[in-house]
C-alpha cells in the first residue's frame, strides 16, 4: 500500500543529503518547535528562536556566501516544508531573513554590505526585513507612496510600509521607496530600524499568522547615507525578483501544512465513531481523502519539479521564468487551502479546537493566500504568460 | 586525544516493530533506521571533549553498506572520519563486536572508546565491557558525567542504587547513559560537509577477526496482546478486583 502522505514516491526523488537536511530539520522542529506552536497562537506571540534557526544554519542557505551555498534549491524547499508543518509562521520567520531580506543584499548590495550584514543576518545576530507594501499599495506597488528624496551625502526616506514581517524584531529594513516618477524609479535602501524619524508598531487584532510579528513602519523624513542605497536595484522589477525568491519557499512550504492537516484528519477519521462506524467509513469522507490526497500528490511533484528547474537555472547563473514562480505559488497554495478547509470539516466540532491544528493552519494560509502576491494577482500573471496579453494595463 | 566512537544502526524508538513470519528477526522493510540513541550522546560527549581538549574523534559502525548513513549522521554532527566495518547483524554478537572493535583499538590507538550503554534493538549492554576486558583497559559505564584531567577519566556513574564515581587511568572505556549531554541537531553546513569526510571500508576478514558466533538467536516473539482494560464504578470495586481477581494486592 503506498503511504497515504507520499502516494506517489516522492521521496525517492530525494538524494541522501537532501533527505538528510530535511530529518535535521524536521527533527528541529518536533523538539524545539511543534510544541510552542498552540501557545504561540494563543499569545499571539513569535516563537524566541531566531537564533536557533541560525545555528541550524537555514538563513541564506542556498546563498554562496563564500564556501558555495549550504544547500540546492530543493533541499531548502524541503526545510522550508519541515518548518511550516509545525506553523506557517516559522517558515516565514525564516522566508523573510533569508529571501527577502538576504537575497537582496546579496544580489544588489555593494561588496560593502555583502560583507558587513550577510554574516550576521546568517548568525541571526541581526535581523532583517522587507518593507514593499503600503496601506494603499499592495498588489500594486508600483503606486507606492514611499519617497526617498536625494540630498546632500544621502536620501531622505518618508513613508508607510504595512503588513511588514519580523517588522518589530528587525534590526534593519529593506524599504522600497521611488526616487522620482513611476515604478522604474523604485530603488531598495538598507534602512537601519533605529534610524531617527523610524517608528513602528505591531498590528493587534490578527485572525491569521497570530504567531507572525506583523508590524506598520512609518518613516518620517529618515535619513540614510548614500551607502544606504542598494546599488543594483534598477525599478519595481529588483522587488518582484526578490519576491520571487520567497514565493519559491511558499510552494514548498504549504505542503507542510497541508500534510499536517491530512495527517491528523485521516488519523482522526479512522478512530472517530458515527452511526457504529468509523467515519473513514463512509464514501463521502471517503471521496474527500481521495480527492485531497490526489492534489497533495500534484503538489508535491511540481513542488520538486520547480525546484529541480530552479536548480538548473541558478547553476547557470540565471533564475526560472517568473510565470512558473507564480504558477507554483498559486497552484499549491490553493490546494493547501482546500485540503486545510476540508480537514477542518472532517474533524467537526473538534475541527474549529487548537488542539488539532487544523484550524490555525487553516487561517495561516489566509495570509499564505494574500501574501507575496494574491492568488488572483498570480493568476492573472499566468494569464499573461499563457495569453500574450496583460490584464494589468 | 583521540576519541574512538561506536554509532550503530538500529530502528527507530517510534517505529512499530514487527517479528518475521519465521520468526528469525524482525521486519526492517519501511522501517526508519537512526543512530543508536546511546551512541548518539556518545558522538555528542566526545565532540565536546574534543572543543575542550582538542584531538580527533573517528566514528565507527559495524553493519551492511546502509550503516554509512549512520556515519555520516555523526561526521554531521562534527566527528572528523568514519570507519565501516563490513557485516550484518545475524553473524555478529556482542562477542564479535568487542573482537573488531579490539582491531580497531589497536589500529588507531584512541586515548578513549566511547560507546553506549547499550544498543536500543539488542538491549545486549555487554559490547564495551567485553571490549574492556579483551583490552585489559578500565572501564566505567553507565556515565552521566565525564571529566579528563592528568591522563585520567573520572566518570559519575548511574548505577542501581544513586550516583557512583570512578576514575581510569586513560586509556579507558566509557559508556553513555541517557543523562550524559543533550546530542547536537546536526546543522546544514554540518551535513554538507560531512559527505567530504574521509570514510573507510574495512570487512572483518580484512582485520583478521574471525566472528564465530558464541551467541545464536533461537527465534523472537511478539509480546502477548494486552487485553482491554475494565472500567469500574469505585475505589472498593477496584481494590477488591486488585485482590481477588489480579492477585496484586
Ligand atoms: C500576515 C502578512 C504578512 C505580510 N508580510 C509582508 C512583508 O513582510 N512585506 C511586505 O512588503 N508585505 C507583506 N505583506 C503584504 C502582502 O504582500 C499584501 O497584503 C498583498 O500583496 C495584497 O495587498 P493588499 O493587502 O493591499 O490587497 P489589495 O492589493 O488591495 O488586494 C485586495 C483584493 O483585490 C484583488 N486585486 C488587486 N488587484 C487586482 C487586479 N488587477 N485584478 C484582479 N484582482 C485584483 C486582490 O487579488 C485581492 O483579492 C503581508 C501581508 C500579511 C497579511
Not at chain 1, 21 to 44: I, L, M
Not at chain 1, 59 to 73: E, K, Q, S
Not at chain 1, 299 to 325: N, S
Not at chain 2, 157 to 174: F, I, K, Q, Y
Request: aromatic share 6%; hydrophobic share 40%.
Amino acid at each position: 500500500m503506498p503511504n497515504p502522505l507520499d502516494f506517489f514516491a516522492f521521496e525517492d526523488l530525494l538524494t541522501e543529503e537532501e533527505r538528510a537536511a530535511r530529518d535535521s530539520v524536521r527533527r528541529f522542529v518536533e523538539a524545539k518547535v511543534r510544541p510552542h506552536v498552540a501557545q504561540a497562537w494563543r499569545d499571539a506571540a513569535p516563537l524566541p528562536i531566531m537564533r536557533e534557526l541560525a545555528e541550524l544554519g537555514l538563513f541564506g542557505a542556498t546563498l554562496d556566501l563564500g564556501d558555495g551555498p549550504t544547500l540546492n534549491y530543493v533541499a531548502y524547499g524541503l526545510c522550508m516544508r519541515e518548518l511550516e508543518r509545525a506553523d506557517s509562521c516559522v517558515r516565514s520567520m525564516v522566508g523573510v531573513q533569508s529571501n527577502l531580506c538576504m537575497y537582496p543584499i546579496f544580489t544588489f548590495g555593494s561588496a560593502q554590505h555583502k560583507e558587513e550584514l550577510l554574516p550576521q543576518l546568517a548568525a541571526g545576530t541581526l535581523v532583517g526585513c522587507f518593507g514593499l507594501s503600503e496601506p494603499d499599495a499592495g498588489s500594486d506597488p508600483g503606486n507606492m507612496s514611499t519617497r526617498a528624496t536625494k540630498v546632500d551625502g544621502g536620501w531622505r526616506i518618508s513613508g508607510t510600509k504595512r503588513w511588514i514581517t519580523n517588522g518589530t524584531l528587525a534590526d534593519i529594513a529593506i524599504v522600497w521607496a521611488r526616487t522620482g516618477q513611476g515604478a522604474s524609479s523604485i530603488r531598495g535602501f538598507v534602512v537601519p530600524t533605529d534610524a531617527d524619524g523610524f517608528s513602528r508598531h505591531k498590528l493587534d487584532g490578527k485572525q491569521s499568522f497570530r504567531a507572525s510579528d506583523t508590524a506598520e513602519l512609518m518613516l518620517d523624513d529618515v535619513f540614510v547615507p548614500d551607502e544606504a542605497l542598494l546599488p543594483g536595484t534598477d525599478g519595481l522589477k529588483s522587488a518582484l525578483a526578490v519576491l520571487n525568491q520567497g514565493r519559491y519557499g511558499i510552494c514548498w512550504g504549504v505542503l507542510g501544512a497541508a500534510e499536517d492537516c491530512f495527517a491528523t484528519a485521516l488519523d482522526f477519521a479512522k478512530e472517530r465513531m458515527a452511526f457504529g462506524r468509523p467515519i473513514a467509513g463512509f464514501q463521502l469522507v471517503q471521496q474527500k481523502f481521495a480527492q485531497m490526497s490526489a492534489r497533495l500528490t500534484h503538489a508535491q511533484l511540481l513542488a520538486w519539479r520547480f525546484g529541480r528547474l530552479k536548480d538548473e537555472a541558478v547553476e547557470k547563473g540565471g533564475d526560472i521564468e517568473g510565470a512558473r514562480t507564480s504558477m507554483a505559488k498559486m497552484a499549491n497554495v490553493e490546494t493547501a487551502l482546500h485540503i486545510a478547509r476540508t480537514c477542518r470539516d472532517i474533524l467537526g466540532g473538534n475541527g474549529i479546537m487548537d488542539e488539532y491544528g487544523i484550524m490555525r493552519h487553516m487561517s495561516n494560509l489566509e495570509t499564505v493566500y494574500t501574501y507575496e502576491g494574491t492568488h488572483d494577482v498570480h493568476q492573472l500573471v499566468v494569464g499573461h504568460a499563457l495569453t500574450g496579453q496583460s490584464a494589468f494595463r | 586525544m583521540k576519541f574512538l566512537v561506536t554509532v550503530k544502526r538500529v530502528t527507530d524508538y517510534e517505529a512499530k516493530i514487527k517479528v518475521k513470519a519465521d520468526k528469525s528477526g524482525i521486519v526492517t522493510d519501511g522501517v526508519n533506521m537512526i543512530v543508536n540513541p546511546f551512541d548518539e550522546i556518545g558522538v555528542e560527549e566526545a565532540l565536546r571533549l574534543k572543543e575542550k581538549h582538542g584531538g580527533e574523534v573517528v566514528v565507527v559502525s559495524i553493519g551492511d553498506k546502509d550503516a554509512t548513513q549512520q556515519i555520516r549522521s555523526a561526521l554531521a554532527m562534527g566527528a572528523d572520519r568514519g570507519v565501516l566495518v563490513t557485516s550484518n547483524d545475524a553473524e555478529l554478537d556482542s562477542a564479535g563486536v568487542a573482537k573488531i572493535l579490539e582491531k580497531l583499538v589497536a589500529e588507531e590507538s584512541p586515548d578513549m572508546v566511547i560507546m553506549g550503554k547499550q544498543a536500543i534493538d539488542g538491549d545486549s549492554n555487554q559490547a564495551a565491557q567485553m571490549l574492556a576486558e579483551r583490552l585489559g583497559w578500565g572501564q566505567a559505564t553507565f556515565a552521566n558525567t565525564v571529566t579528563v584531567e592528568d591522563g585520567k577519566v573520572t566518570v559519575i556513574r548511574e548505577a542501581d542504587g544513586g550516583l557512583e564515581t570512578v576514575s581510569c587511568t586513560l586509556p579507558a572505556v566509557v559508556t553513555t547513559d541517557l543523562r550524559l549531554n543533550e546530542p547536537r541537531y546536526a546543522s546544514l553546513p554540518g551535513i554538507m560537509k560531512a559527505k567530504r569526510k574521509p570514510l573507510k571500508e574495512v570487512s572483518p576478514a580484512d582485520l583478521g577477526v574471525d566472528l564465530a558466533l558464541q551467541v545464536v538467536v533461537k527465534g523472537l516473539e511478539e509480546p502477548p496482546q494486552k487485553s482491554a482494560g475494565q472500567i469500574v464504578p469505585d475505589v472498593a470495586t477496584l481494590v477488591d478486583k486488585l485482590q481477588n481477581e489480579a492477585k496484586a494486592l
